[in-house]
């Protein structure tokens, strides 16, 4: 379980240094994946139809509406992709992991 998933995310919060985002990725599914400019995670989800993809996509609403951090989402047939990234920060924060690390627990991972 994900050190992360007790955690809330804060409205005031700062851009993780290049060591911090190393050592909190190791923290979350390791199928999350660093965008090349270090500002965002992503993961694709995949399911085995389109019911089963959008009751994800309305569970990671919930987690982002609690959360008040709100990912960019790419929803497909059977697939979403989320992509977190802190806006205020332009880059990553915190709250990118705490969200990742629920909504892996969403899924039991």
Same mark, same amino acid.
């Given at each position: 379980?994900?050190?992360?998933?007790?955690?809330?995310?804060?409205?005031?919060?700062?851009?993780?240094?290049?060591?911090?985002?190393?050592?909190?990725?190791?923290?979350?599914?390791?199928?999350?994946?660093?965008?090349?400019?270090?500002?965002?995670? !992503?993961?694709?989800?995949?399911?085995? +139809?389109? #019911?089963?993809?959008? %009751?994800? $996509?309305?569970?990671?609403?919930?987690?982002?509406?609690?959360?008040?951090?709100?990912?960019?989402?790419?929803?497909?047939?059977?697939?979403?992709?989320?992509?977190?990234?802190?806006? !205020?920060?332009?880059?990553?924060?915190? +709250?990118? #992991?705490?969200?990742? %690390?629920? $909504?892996?627990?969403?899924?039991?991972?």
């Amino acid at each position: 379980m994900s050190i992360f998933r007790d955690k809330h995310c804060e409205a005031k919060t700062s851009l993780l240094t290049e060591n911090d985002i190393n050592s909190h990725l190791k923290e979350i599914s390791s199928e999350w994946q660093l965008a090349s400019d270090s500002k965002s995670i !992503s993961r694709t989800f995949k399911f085995k +139809n389109y #019911f089963d993809t959008m %009751a994800f $996509v309305n569970v990671v609403a919930m987690v982002a509406h609690q959360q008040d951090h709100h990912p960019e989402m790419t929803v497909t047939y059977n697939t979403c992709r989320v992509e977190f990234s802190t806006h !205020s920060v332009d880059g990553l924060s915190m +709250n990118d #992991f705490i969200c990742a %690390a629920k $909504v892996d627990g969403t899924l039991n991972i």
